[in-house]
């Protein structure tokens, strides 16, 4: 392969990737799980729970007077309030902007709506968007700080930071701190449509460099085998394991995902299979992971992927996920700002 | 009476078997003498300085012919004109180029073939064109063949999109095969490939892409061959087949099958397949820039194993020619989300260079092949018996070139309207020093 001459940044080794000013992208931004050393992660983990513990009048003081932009060109209830309930505690002021009720609507460019936040005073742009890669065109094109709240089939990088550190909490680990060993002997099973899945590609490039065994489980029709080319790093490498039952009970933690009804095009699915096969139902969990933690990204689809009775049981740790998003949130705003915590 | 005389140059023209020290003499348009060093000195002596070229040091060679490229006129000219592609196919040494139909509107008339062929487009070299197979390129009903032949059409096709009926490709076959000119196929099922916008595998899983798989250019190619097969047992034609950017193992696979089994079917290769790969998307993920949308085209980049198939098939020959699909787009058309991108890159400018770099240097091809690849196999696969060549009488079409530097491409300093280039930056071999057309310097290196 020709080596393409423009390369600026350095690749930290093993792991992770260094931004730099000269990169285009702002020191802050958080655009993908690999983007983060391990010593990345604790850190925003350490933030987290000092943010926690601190007044919340203290905490108020953080970002007073700064602006944090939301720019949302998907539908979303969980990630949007807790981004802006977790901008507002800090005391930033939020606005926004939705493709609903915005010039968006009249054609105007991702580049174009982002360059308008900033001359309006964004000071960070948190976006959610359909099209994967879309926070990295954001962040060139800007030199915001862009934290990615979803793009596309890409990656959910808060997302997988908070199901950590509930997964943490859960197994009664110190939620603070993380290392390379910190979840080794654990194994999170991940469930269900994979292949649209950006929540299970971040978990699945993040969680094994702490020390997880991650198997991912699924129909052909949602895994594809080329899952296991996420990079996992020094971390155990995937697996995948098609019997929904012999993975469950090897499960630490169960983690279900919803099949993307709006992004199936083409993928021929029977429901009814997948529910026999592969719901999440009370007398499986009793029966093969009656310890495992029960987690889900939502929204969930009751009775599709998993039970309704399950979501609700002492094992599931769904409404503790929302939660973190608070927590975790907090914490990767003040990073994006420059903020020391 | 114009005469430039070429002189001490290393001449590289495959065509004739030439690979020595010659002295060049063109007039008027043509080629007049090729003759050992100093076998033109009674020309030399009352030829005024500024007619003469010295060569010393530099290959002479036949002017490129590139058999796809897209100038974006009419309808385009945001992108590119007649004029600024083709000033940039000169500065690539190209002194022929075969002009894509998708324009707009779309090029399969003969008003708008005359209309583009015009001389008062601007055109610095040669300018031919392929018409679209099939009216506004639809897939459904045939252009009028003939009419187009004899205004010029060098071949048909429906590039961007393939024809995809297997009746109407049978018919094109045919019709084309009458008129003994290719039709150039755009290989891609396009019902495997909605919503795709990268090759299908590791790469584009973990981008969150939907993928391009090899298997929507296999069937269009095999589909193909086999129509090409039917039509030659039935109908006493031997249509001829031109697969446009071959890209994958497998479909260069059925064509070097299809070959041994005597069939007429050619097929050229970009220099981004045997350049790049689907990496290339992700290359710079440590400098932000990651779904690089200047790596996108269609047929998409592939996988190693796909690239060194392609280098392997232009080395043993089973790729009949080297073509850029140089493909212009403006900014705001690839500073957008990748999928939303337009596909295509820019290539007039950097086909020689890497031909040189990455066959030459690195695979160690030798110079004659590199040109042949670029000059006399492209004529022969449009029917052009007076270029790719420096017959004595040919058309006077040259190109000069250092054949030992490394030099970086600057997009910037393009003279195509867009900058959309994977290669801003890159390492090229071998540099353009002069470009000639019929006689004309077209391009001079800055010196």
């Known amino acids: 392969m020709i080596e393409l001459a423009k390369r600026v940044g350095n690749r930290e080794a093993g792991e992770g990737l260094l931004f730099e000013r000269s990169s285009g992208i702002a020191v ?16 925003i983990l350490a933030t987290a729970a000092r943010l926690e513990a601190m007044a919340a009048a203290e905490r108020a003081r953080l970002l007073a007077g700064r602006t944090i932009a939301l720019l949302f060109y998907e539908s979303s209830t ?31 460019s991702l580049k174009d709506t982002g360059l308008t936040l900033r001359a309006l005073g964004a000071e960070a742009i948190i976006l959610r968007h359909p099209a994967s890669g879309a926070p990295s065109l954001l962040a060139r094109m800007t030199g915001l700080p862009v934290l990615n709240a979803g ?33 080794a002997g654990v194994t999170v099973v991940i469930t269900g449509d994979i292949r649209h899945s950006r929540v299970a590609r971040s978990n699945a490039m993040l969680l094994p460099r702490l020390g997880a065994r991650v198997i991912l489980c699924g129909p052909v029709e949602l895994l594809p085998e080329t899952a296991l080319g996420l990079e996992t790093h020094a971390g155990p490498p995937l697996e995948i394991e098609r019997d929904f039952e012999r993975a469950l009970a090897q499960a630490d933690v169960a983690m279900m995902l919803r099949i993307q009804k709006e992004r199936l095009a083409g993928v021929a699915l029977d429901l009814g299979e997948y529910v026999e096969r592969y719901q999440l139902n009370a007398e499986r969990l009793a029966r093969l992971a009656p310890k495992a933690v029960v987690m889900h ?27 973190q998003g608070l927590a975790v949130r907090r914490a990767v705003l003040v990073r994006a700002m420059g903020v020391t915590a | ?95 022929t180029v ?70 109407v490709m049978r018919a094109a076959l045919l019709a084309a095969g009458r008129l003994g000119v290719p ?106 820039i990651t779904y690089d949308t200047n790596a996108k085209m269609n047929p998409p980049l592939r996988a190693e194993a796909d690239r060194w198939a392609i280098v392997e098939g232009l080395m043993d020959g089973t790729v009949d020619c080297i073509a850029t699909d140089h493909a212009p787009h403006a900014s705001h058309e690839k500073e957008v989300e990748f999928e939303r991108a337009a596909n295509g890159i820019t290539g007039l400018e950097t086909a020689l260079g890497l031909a040189l770099r990455v066959l030459h240097r690195e695979n160690g091809m030798s110079l004659a092949q590199v ?13 052009l018996t007076e270029r790719g060549n420096l017959h004595v009488g040919s058309f006077a079409d040259v190109v000069i070139f250092d054949p030992a530097v490394e030099w970086n491409f600057a997009a910037s300093e393009s003279r195509s309207k867009s900058k959309n280039t994977p290669f801003d930056g890159s390492a090229m071999w071998g540099r353009v020093q002069a470009t000639i057309c019929e006689g004309r310097v077209v391009y001079r290196a800055k010196s």
């Open chain 1, 28 to 43: 802050g931004s958080l655009l993908t799980v690999q983007q983060l050393t391990v010593a990345d992660v604790a850190g």
């Open chain 1, 78 to 108: 969980r990630t949007r309030t807790s981004f802006e309930l977790a901008a507002k505690s800090l005391g930033a002021m939020t606005t926004l902007v939705s493709d609903k009720s915005s010039s968006i609507e009249k054609g105007e």
């Open chain 1, 151 to 183: 793009d596309g089939m890409h990656q959910h990088p808060s997302q997988a930071l908070l199901d950590l550190r509930t997964i943490l909490q859960r197994l009664g680990m110190d939620e603070s701190t993380v290392d390379a060993k910190t979840l």
């Open chain 1, 297 to 323: 990204p939502g929204p969930i689809i009751r009775g599709l992927e998993i039970a309704g009775d399950v979501a609700d049981c002492a094992q599931s740790a769904i409404e503790l996920q929302v939660a």
């Open chain 2, 1 to 95: 009476m114009s005469e430039i005389l070429i002189l001490n140059g290393l001449v590289v023209d495959p065509a004739s078997g030439i690979n020595e020290s010659r002295d060049l003499l063109l007039r008027d348009g043509r080629v007049a003498a090729v003759e050992v060093p100093g076998g033109l000195a009674s020309v030399a002596a009352l030829l005024p300085r500024e007619n003469q070229i010295d060569a010393a040091g530099l290959v002479v060679a036949p002017g490129l012919i590139d058999v796809h490229v897209h100038l974006r006129e009419p309808g385009q000219t945001h992108k590119e004109t007649i004029a600024t592609g083709t000033a940039a196919a000169a500065a690539g040494g190209f002194t």
């Open chain 2, 98 to 167: 075969v002009a894509m139909p998708n324009t707009t509107p779309v090029n399969d008339s003969v008003e708008s073939l005359r209309w583009m062929l015009d001389a008062a487009r601007g055109s610095v070299v040669n300018l031919l064109a392929m018409p679209a197979a099939t009216l506004g390129s639809l897939g459904a009903e045939i252009t009028d063949f003939s009419a187009l032949v004899a205004a010029g059409a060098v071949g048909f096709t429906d590039d961007g999109k393939p024809v995809l009926e297997d009746a």
């Open chain 2, 183 to 288: 039709i150039s196929q755009h290989a891609e099922d396009t019902r495997m490939t909605v919503g795709g916008s990268m090759n299908a595998g590791r790469v584009a899983f973990r981008l969150g892409l939907r993928g391009i798989p090899v298997e929507a250019e296999v069937r269009i190619v095999e589909r193909d061959l086999q129509l090409l097969r039917e039509i030659e047992q039935t109908k006493r034609v031997r249509p001829h087949l031109h697969v446009q950017h071959v890209s994958t193992a497998r479909a260069l696979q059925a064509i070097r099958a299809a070959k041994a089994e005597g069939l007429h079917v050619s097929c050229e290769a970009s220099p981004h397949h045997f350049t790049l790969t689907e990496e290339a998307i992700d290359a710079h993920s440590c400098m932000g």
């Open chain 2, 371 to 383: 040109i042949g690849l670029m000059s006399a196999r492209p004529a022969q696969v449009i029917g």
